[in-house]
């Protein structure tokens, strides 16, 4: 809080930090976004210990839990930072997760992005670019795309997100010999990986619910086996929500770009 305090952002001789690319930089200027410094949150977690019926497909709540959780201690803290500078939304957030030497049960989970400003209300209801809870909003899209969703009548809510970490039961040894040499579909894998990625799926379309979103842009479905070995793993689905500015959306016509390159 110190560091951002001496930011003053808006003052005169005050200075803005940003990981944004310089073409993110003055994209996210033209959308009429004014950056005001990089935020970041972070959250060393230990993970708990799972018990469970290892011979059967099931989620790992407390595993679930615990990966969920650090993650979002991470992102509270982050928008805690833009709150504290007054921010309307934050942009380009990065979330990751990076083992320690702490243990092997021990991870650090980061969070980081551009707090940027708006230099003008939102268009319609009460000019808040903020999200239905009143805090800055949040979005992994790169300045791109952050340009092309505000130019086209859309803003972002927040990043929302879903987990389930699965234990996918082993095959059986009478199993295992029936598909020597044979083509065949192990059902009870493909079964197991559907409904992790459909738990996935459904809670971080929950999440965008709760914020009263119109849909979710740039989701992505990443698997992370972690530290659980081969037949447990974590689905980790995380996008954009968003939500309409104005009921017709033009979309930018592209421009012809004419290299001069000998």
Known sequence: MRRLAEL??????????????VNEFLLVREAGFRPL????????????????????NQELTTLSQAMYHAR???????????AQLGADGIVGVRLSVEARDFGSDIAEF?????????????????????????????????????????????APLGMVMGTCVYHIAHQKIGSMFSNIGRNVEIEPFTQALYDARELAMERMQREAEELHAEG?????????????G??????FAIGTAVRPLREDHVIERPTMVLSLDG
């Not at 990089?38 to 019926?53: A, E, F, K």
């Not at 979002?72 to 833009?82: C, G, I, N, P």
């Not at 909003?137 to 086209?152: C, E, K, Y």
């Not at 081969?230 to 689905?235: L, P, R």
């Open 8 to 21: 003053q952002p808006g003052k005169p001789g005050s200075i803005f930090t940003s990981d944004l690319s």
């Open 37 to 56: 410094g990089l935020v970041l949150g972070s959250s060393i977690y230990h993970v708990g210990i799972q018990l469970g019926r290892w011979g059967k």
């Open 72 to 82: 979002e201690l991470a992102m509270t803290r982050m928008e805690a930072e833009a």
């Open 110 to 154: 980061i969070a980081i992005g551009t707090a940027v400003k708006a230099d003008a209300p939102a268009p319609g209801g009460n000019g808040s670019w903020r999200n239905a809870k009143g805090q800055p909003f949040t979005s992994d899209l790169s300045g791109q795309d952050f340009w092309t969703l505000v130019r086209a009548g859309y």
């Open 216 to 228: 979710i842009v740039g989701v992505q479905l990443n698997s992370h086996n972690h530290r659980w």
């Open 230 to 235: 081969g037949h447990t793993t974590e689905f």
